[in-house]
């Protein structure tokens, strides 16, 4: 008995063994698309074109009924229906350029304005960027104090402060009689009463704090070094320029200092002008007069104001060491620096903290080393 079985293939002869030549080109100008992209649906295989447009799939492993996507970067994809009935061992497929209009996207240069004119725009400003009725801060004051290096003494305490309005645009030329008769501003150094500051940083007389609580660490100097409250923190409100409109702020003195624009940069989420400011010159002797802002150009320092708002966000500055001080020039703290910051609130800007950090030489051994 003889058993013989038979298979009878009905497929195409183009798909037995063989491959399909698949051609890709441009509708309009024949021109060859290579790299194109070829992928057969059900299948799941694919090519890519040669730099002649041509790619080849073997026949084998094409299933019936596929469907093959072609696409270029470009132009349309095309879908191809391919059958086993089909008998073609090249196949020709013509894809059409997308036509797509871009919008118009112009780009201009716009000229920065001068620091003058942002300075001018922060002062005008002011009354609407602040408080312009008096306000009531509770704070948290923290003074440290070092002794070659060491840390030495830490004073605390939580205050209440009754800050006036925004701007102060003239002193109280009774201030300085106020102050000259308060013992509270004023330190002793070596046997003699100084006043501090030695520069031009008042409160207005309607200015006032009070102490809720207070600490301090023990004293801790190798060299019996008085380390009692030093500071005022009354007084550092007073470094509040923009408030004051005074130093570095002071339209008056504006011709004394070189301000250039810096750049930009984001504080708390708000974009703002860089600007810094040098003196121009350090010739001419530092002349004080307490009862008066300060007209002479002695810092140097980097302002922080707000681009739409206009509004002072920091500043940061210290004394210039090549300024002459003349008479002052001994007592003057040369590594005296001085940091604001202002934060908007719901309805204005205030301050949120404070930084004022200096150097003295309290006094030096019988072999000069301090």
């Known amino acids: 008995m003889r058993l013989t079985l038979f298979l009878f293939i009905l497929l195409p002869s183009y798909l037995v063994g063989q491959t399909l030549s698949i051609h890709i080109s ?29 790619a080849t799939l073997e026949t084998s492993k094409i299933l019936d009924k596929d469907s093959m996507i072609v696409s270029y970067i470009g132009y349309e994809s095309q879908t191809v229906f391919l059958a086993k009935t089909r008998s073609l061992s090249t196949l020709e497929i013509k894809l059409v350029a997308i036509s797509n209009t871009l919008s118009e996207v112009v780009v201009t240069y716009k000229v920065p304005p001068k620091p003058k004119k942002i300075l001018k725009q922060a002062l005008k400003n002011t009354a609407q960027n602040y408080s312009n009725k008096d306000i009531i801060y509770n704070s948290l004051y923290r003074e440290t104090i070092q002794e070659n290096g060491e840390y030495i003494q830490l004073n605390e305490a939580f205050l209440k402060t009754y800050y006036t309005s925004y701007p102060q645009k003239k002193l109280d030329r009774k201030i300085w009689e106020s102050y000259s008769y308060d013992q509270s501003y004023a330190f002793e150094l070596d046997g003699e009463f100084h006043f501090r500051p030695l520069l031009k940083d008042f409160n207005t007389p309607n200015d006032h704090q009070t102490v809720i609580a207070s600490r301090h660490s023990d004293k801790l100097s190798k060299y019996g070094i008085e380390t009692t409250l030093n500071g005022d923190p009354l007084l550092l409100f007073a470094f509040d320029k923009i408030k004051y409109q005074y130093d570095f702020l002071n339209p008056a003195i504006w011709n004394k200092y070189t301000y250039k624009l810096e750049g930009t940069e984001f504080i708390h989420e708000e974009e703002c002008y860089i600007i810094s400011f040098r003196p121009k010159s350090s010739k001419g002797k530092f002349r004080i007069d307490q009862s008066k802002k300060n007209k002479s150009a002695i810092y140097i320092g980097r302002m922080y104001i707000g681009k739409k708002t206009n509004a002072l966000l920091r500043f940061k500055y210290k004394l210039a060491v090549d300024r002459n001080f003349g008479f002052f020039a001994g ?35 019988a072999n000069k080393e301090a």
């Open 331 to 365: 007592r003057v703290p040369m590594d005296y620096q001085v940091e604001m910051n202002y934060k908007k609130g719901k309805n204005f800007y205030s301050i949120n903290n404070i930084k004022f950090t200096q150097t003295k030489i309290v006094g030096r051994k």
């Open 26 to 54: 441009d509708s309009k100008t024949n021109e060859a698309l290579p790299f194109a992209n070829l992928y057969l649906i059900k299948s799941g295989i694919g090519a890519s074109t040669n730099m002649e447009g041509f």
